[in-house]
Nanobody, 122 residues
Framework: VQLVESGGGLVQSGGSLRLSCAASGRTFALYNMGWFRQTPGKEREFVAEVSRNGVRTYFTDSIQERFTISRDNTKNTVYLQMNSLKPEDTAVYYC????????????????WGQGTLVTVSS
């Protein structure tokens, strides 16, 4: 599966952005999907994940209900709605997919997008 993120950009602190990740192929619904982020010199950090049917979601503690993850299996797309953005949310955001694994460790995911940059100004 190929993943393409979009929706990143520059936003002021307190603002919102919605990231999208479009997947190729006809088996999108079989994949667990996750969002990670990375800043220079740091390891890729888990942000959120959503189960195959979109029912189960999980977020890292630092998000604290500011972000929402969802998916539309009819459009082969997963979304990350980010509200109340803070400067510390600045990072390259990646979506990831895996048929059999999920979780907070980036090594569990097989497929990755190229990333989209989110910059939050103070």
């Amino acid at each position: 599966v190929q993943l393409v993120e979009s929706g990143g950009g520059l936003v002021q602190s307190g603002g919102s952005l919605r990231l999208s990740c479009a997947a190729s192929g006809r088996t999108f619904a079989l994949y667990n999907m996750g969002w990670f982020r990375q800043t220079p010199g740091k390891e890729r950090e888990f942000v959120a994940e959503v189960s195959r049917n979109g029912v189960r979601t999980y977020f890292t503690d630092s998000i604290q209900e500011r972000f929402t993850i969802s998916r539309d299996n009819t459009k082969n797309t997963v979304y990350l709605q980010m509200n109340s953005l803070k400067p510390e949310d600045t990072a390259v955001y990646y979506c990831a997919a895996d048929r059999f694994h999920s979780g907070t460790n980036f090594v569990e995911y097989t497929y990755w997008g190229q990333g989209t940059l989110v910059t939050v100004s103070s």
